[in-house]
């Protein structure tokens, strides 16, 4: 059996988190659910998953794995205890790559006065800086929540309600060193489509908007799943120059994951492919998951799609 591309789902991104309680709460206040916890208390750690789960939402009800837009928190036992433990948000030097998750909103003046009111920080408050229509909040560790509007910002300037429950996780920022060879590994290789492109020229960067959704010509801002890669001008000519993929010191974000229709035959597709590997299905002891590398080095995992065919008891 070939796998099929256009049955992969963008999954999940994992980020680590100092004390998952005060993390959990956080996505919580924002309107997701914590829909899986994973324990491991030989290795000393445990993951959280968090989605958004209400009526409203685009993957409501569903398996985890059959999901997009799903958020994964790890903890390892004993960060929130040590005071000299802090979370690298990959904003800033050394740790630089991976930039923010993001959460569109239904009215985003009301939503970013309902986090503002219960006492969370802003890297950038709406009417900071020349964009008025994006914020950026902070959560715990300080990774950066970029919080966008699911309409013009016009309509939404008098509304002082909002609701979570229309809320999606949107999309995931990283930067990429040279555009032309993360366009061609997202898409000739993970199947992904380009569904928006915005160009800044005058602030030398370009942001490419990927998913396995179809292009909507007027907005992504109701899609779950979407990869977002800022590209800064000619960064691909500087042969020194390379993103931290947050896996070594400093340490944050960790992974992206897709899930697929066949995990085996989704691999040995990547295999044919030729794709560069972190951890093969038949390395190591969990194998039921495998890591691909992108151009940046940033990781990927690959899980099996649950619905599509069941394979264990994740």
């Not at 059996?1 to 993390?23: G, Q």
Request: overall charge neutral.
């Amino acid at each position: 059996m070939a796998s099929e591309t256009s049955t992969y789902k963008f999954n999940h991104s994992m980020l680590r988190v100092k004390d998952p309680k005060a993390s959990v709460k956080y996505y919580e206040f924002l309107g997701m659910k914590q829909i899986r916890k994973l324990e491991f208390p030989d290795n000393k750690f445990d993951l959280y998953f968090l989605a958004y789960d209400s009526p409203k939402s685009a993957s409501a009800g569903k398996h985890w794995s059959d999901r997009q837009g799903v958020l994964e928190l790890t903890h390892n036992y004993g960060s929130e205890y040590d005071d000299n433990f802090k979370i690298a948000n990959g904003n800033s030097e050394p740790g630089k790559g991976f930039g923010h998750v993001c959460i569109s909103v239904d009215n985003i003046q009301a939503a970013c006065q309902r986090i503002e009111d219960a006492g969370y920080k802003f890297q950038k408050k709406l009417t900071d800086g020349r964009m008025r229509s994006i914020a950026f909040a902070l959560d715990p560790d300080s990774y950066w929540v970029e919080i966008i509007g699911q309409k013009p910002i016009e309509e939404t300037e008098k509304v002082k309600e909002t609701d979570t429950g229309s809320y999606r996780f949107n999309h995931t920022m990283i930067r990429i060193k040279d555009h032309a060879a993360s366009l061609k590994f997202y898409k000739e290789i993970m199947g992904m489509t380009l569904l928006r492109t915005s160009e800044n020229a005058s602030n030398k960067f370009n942001l490419y908007f990927l998913g396995y959704a179809p292009p909507n010509p007027t907005s992504t801002s109701h899609h779950e799943g979407l990869l977002e890669l800022t590209w800064n001008y000619g960064t691909e000519n500087d042969a020194s120059f390379a993103y931290h993929n947050g896996n070594t010191d400093p340490q944050g974000f960790g992974h992206i994951c897709v899930s697929v229709d066949d995990l085996d035959a989704a691999c040995k597709r990547f295999e044919e492919k030729g794709v560069q590997w972190k951890k093969r299905l038949t390395e190591g002891r969990m194998r039921n998951v495998a890591f691909v590398l992108d151009p940046d080095g940033y990781w990927i995992e690959v899980i099996q799609n649950e619905k599509l065919k069941p394979t264990s008891n994740w």
